[in-house]
């Protein structure tokens, strides 16, 4: 089922829950539970906010929620019909007036508009780290690495890429250790928005633990973000517990 997260202090989620009712609701009573639950929680589609929770500080994380989550539709319960049309439309999707007898119908209609895109399964992170590739065990490339998940990763490459379906073994390093797998060459892609010119690969090797461990830091990673808008959480430094996990090793 998918989940919508409500983020107030004076809205009561049974005045709105008609509208939701084809929906797992999630409350949330911070902004630290409120980046936790769009970063961990799986299925979360939405997110309705009251307009006493629109200072500055948190239209900055809003932002940052807009800019890590795209898909993530975000609704606005404003005071007034002037809130509402004052709404950023960068951020907000959709602003609703409190006062209005029409608030289920346009909660609904807000609902009813949401295209249900699947996240992924893994969430990724984009720290300034480099990768080394090799396809025989002897040779090796090294890559600056992007958008690293328990998935796999993406390595930067202006020119020439792997053959796409090749096995290689990469090695991701860390602040006091590094990540050893093998994977999967995929395609080689142009530049985007958000991508260089490189290519993807996805992981082949990775147990349960280490994709659990994977998760662990990319979402710890994507909270900070979230709630210190423009800061750089540092690239993660691995304990003895996390280092016995097959797959990784000091350096």
Known sequence: MERIVIYTDTLEVETIAPALQDYEILRAA???ELA????????????????????????????????????LQICLITDSAADRDSADPAIVDCSIARGGESLIEELQTFVSK??????????RFDWPLQGSL????????????????????????????????????????????R?????????????????????????????????????????????QTLLEPGSEPEIPTLGGEDLSIPGFESF
Request: net charge positive; proline share 5%; aromatic share 8%.
């Open 114 to 123: 949401i295209e249900i895109t699947e996240r992924r399964d893994h969430s």
């Open 36 to 71: 936790r639950a769009i970063v961990e929680r799986s299925r979360v589609i939405a997110l309705i906010i009251e307009k006493t929770r629109s200072d500055e500080s948190f239209l900055r994380l809003l932002s940052s929620i807009k800019k890590s989550f795209p898909i």
């Open 30 to 32: 911070s902004t630290a």
């Open 179 to 223: 990540m050893v797998t093998l994977c999967e060459v995929l395609d080689r892609r142009p530049p985007s928005s958000r991508l260089p010119a490189g290519f993807a690969v996805r992981f082949t090797q990775l147990s349960a633990d280490s994709m659990q461990l994977f998760d662990r830091i990319v979402q710890d990673a994507l909270v």
């Open 134 to 177: 090799t396809l025989d065990a002897k040779n090796w490339q090294t890559y600056n690495l992007w958008a690293l998940s328990a998935d796999g990763a993406f390595l930067e490459s202006p020119t020439g890429a792997p053959t796409p379906g090749s096995t290689a073994t990469l090695k991701v390093s860390f602040q006091n250790s």
